[in-house]
């Protein structure tokens, strides 16, 4: 074969030549066709997403004006239909919101978890008890404040807050068994949003720091670490603490021993007008807070101040009088 000449295997027709080329021509417009396709597909599952989106946020603020209308009404209302009424407020909104925080959450928490056991030192077994039982304290006496804020001050018809945080504390007291049959995340999240900022921060710091300021700090770490596993479980122990059958052999140890909120001490608190006894983790600072007339100290000094009785706003919801 001389140069210039070529293989009769891989000569081509002009006819097989032309169309060959006619193909590779057509192979943008192919491209171009494909992607409008799916750009178009794209447009029309967006525009799905916008109208369910839509509709979802429509549906929660009916029922959030259903909730505010229906409040000037409420000595009409019988006991169930106010408590349908505060269950209502749970909106599918937030249960997305929910849904992508406590997931967020968790996993920090793992990773913390992770970090803390990575530098354990069993030496120091006075300093990592005293850290883990201070966190536990101040894990109670803060769901303490919260359940005393919440039940005592504020209203429904705040934004925000009103409907997100106040709302569940009115529907446990017209319905005190409702939320044993509310699911985990319904349950829990609150104190999972409550604890994520602090869960990533440490994280970060676990990552970032330098060996010797990590094990100067552990303690702290530890301390947090154990104040953010309870806030986690308050309001799973508040639920346990109304729940009278089916609950696991470990929970009913926890419970006898006042490692965790007793169903009997918790007791205490829903006798009206729910004005004790507000620690709901493990109860340990329930006594002594009774004792000092802490919480009732805190309402005269700010009925004092603005004029505004505690627990209006729970009366009004529980169907109760004033003193």
């Not at 504020?154 to 446990?172: D, M, N, Q, T, Y």
């Not at 009997?264 to 007008?273: L, S, T």
């Not at 505690?310 to 529980?318: G, I, S």
Request: hydrophobic share 45%.
């Amino acid at each position: 074969m001389t140069i210039g000449e070529v293989p009769s295997e891989m000569a081509m027709s002009p006819e097989l030549l032309m169309g060959t080329l006619e193909n590779l021509s057509n192979v943008p417009k192919q491209i171009k066709a494909t992607i409008n396709e799916n750009a178009n597909s794209l447009a029309n599952d967006l525009q799905m997403v916008k109208n369910d989106v839509k509709k979802m946020l429509e549906e929660d603020r009916s029922k959030s004006a259903i909730l505010v209308s229906k409040q000037n009404e409420l000595h009409t209302c019988g006991k169930q239909e106010r408590a349908k009424m505060l269950a209502g407020g749970y909106t599918k909104a937030k249960q997305i919101q929910e849904t992508i925080t406590t997931t967020i959450s968790a996993l920090s928490m793992v990773t913390f978890a992770l970090q803390l056991v990575s530098r354990f030192d069993p030496r120091d077994f006075v300093g990592i008890v005293s850290a883990i039982v201070f966190g536990i304290l101040v894990a109670d006496f803060m769901s303490g404040v919260v359940h005393w804020t919440a039940d005592t001050w504020g209203s429904v018809r705040l934004p925000v807050i009103g409907k997100a945080f106040i709302r569940p504390f009115r529907e446990h007291h017209v319905d005190p068994t409702a939320m044993t049959r509310h699911d985990f995340l319904e349950t829990n999240g609150d104190n999972f949003l409550l604890v994520l900022p602090f869960a990533v921060c440490f994280v970060y710091k676990g990552f970032t720091h330098d060996a010797l300021t990590l094990a100067e700090t552990y303690r702290w770490h530890l301390f947090v670490f154990a104040l953010g596993i309870f806030v986690l479980l308050t309001n799973q122990i508040h639920k346990w603490s109304h729940t009278y059958f089916g609950l696991p052999k470990w929970v009913e140890f926890l419970q006898k021993y006042h490692i965790i909120l007793p169903r009997k001490h918790h007791r205490i608190h829903h006798v009206a007008p729910h004005e004790t006894y507000f620690c709901i983790t493990t109860g340990w600072c329930n006594y002594p807070l009774e004792r000092i007339g802490f919480f009732q100290k805190l309402e005269w000094v700010i009925e004092k101040l603005t004029g505004v009785p505690p627990r209006v706003d729970d009366f009004k919801w529980a169907g109760k009088k004033m003193h």
